[in-house]
Every structure is written in C-alpha cells, then in structure tokens.
C-alpha cells in the first residue's frame, strides 16, 4: 500500500539554519576527537566513564498569589486571628486583615488570593459565605485556618 502523496505543502528544511538551531540550543556539544587514538587511549575509551550524577532540586518559583496567602497565614500565627474586627486592639487580624497586611495594597495578588480564600471557605463551608469577614466571624480558628491551608495548596498547585 502506497500512503505517498504526489503533493506536500510543507516547506523544505535548510539543514544549515537546523544544524544552527540545534548548536544555539546545546552550544557546548561533546567535542569529538579529532586524530586518531593512541592504542592505550583506546583502552581507556573502552571502559564506561564514570561521571558523578548531580541532581539539583528542581527551582519552583512561589506565585505571587501563593506568597501573598502564605504570609498572610504567617502573620496570623504571629499575631493571632480575631473574629468581628479587622484589627483587634491587641494586634490579632480577621482572615481579611491578615490578607491586606500580607500584600500591602490591593493589588493583584491581594483580590485574586481573597478570591481563592473565598472559594475554598464556600467548598468546605457551603456556597452562602458572599464575604470573607462573614465567612472568618462565622468559624472556629480550625476551620479558618483549614481553609487558608488548602487555598495554599491551591495556589501552589495553580502554580499563581
């Protein structure tokens, strides 16, 4: 069976521009030898090098919605976390507090870290929470921070 076609609409590959490509993407390829080996060099080439394998962590960088819930969680084990004020006279912050002192202005980070704040207290708690401080003054402090802790992970596994 001939799957041929007589026409292609694909442009030809210049191999030049390929083989360029490839040298800006790996542009200190292993260099191959450029005589011919001495016997005793061939003995040597023989055996498998042994060459250390270095494994680095991968780098995750923290998505500014992540940092912003994560410091925001801090600052609540810091300070501590109050119900029905936004700042308790001894320094204690609501769910919503903690979250503006974490961004420092309503910024991006600060809305779309409240939003997933809020969505996760609606997954756990049920869909009528409307606010975040109705939601905080509604709930124990276990599961306030229930909740901080899985929009955490969230945020992480969003990669935001």
């Not at 200190?28 to 090098?49: G, W």
């Not at 609606?122 to 929470?129: D, L, V």
Request: charged share 20%.
């Amino acid at each position: 069976m001939n799957t041929r076609t007589q026409t292609t609409d694909f442009a030809p590959v210049d191999q030049d521009l390929y083989a360029k490509a490839f040298q800006l993407l790996d542009p200190d390829p292993i260099p191959e030898p450029a005589a011919p080996a001495a016997p005793a060099a061939l003995a040597a080439l023989a055996a498998p090098a042994q060459v250390p394998l270095t494994t680095a962590a991968p780098v995750r960088l923290t998505g500014p919605v992540e940092k912003t819930l994560t410091d925001a969680l801090a600052f609540l084990d810091t300070h501590g976390w109050a119900r029905y004020s936004l700042v308790h006279p001894e320094g204690a912050r609501c769910s919503i507090g903690a979250l503006r002192a974490a961004a420092g202005s309503r910024n991006a980070a600060y809305r779309d870290a409240g939003n997933l704040l809020l969505d996760e207290a609606r997954r756990q708690h049920g869909k009528e929470w409307q606010t975040i401080p109705s939601w905080n003054d509604s709930h124990s402090g276990a599961q306030v921070r229930s909740v901080w802790e899985a929009a955490i992970r969230r945020a992480h596994h969003m990669n935001i």
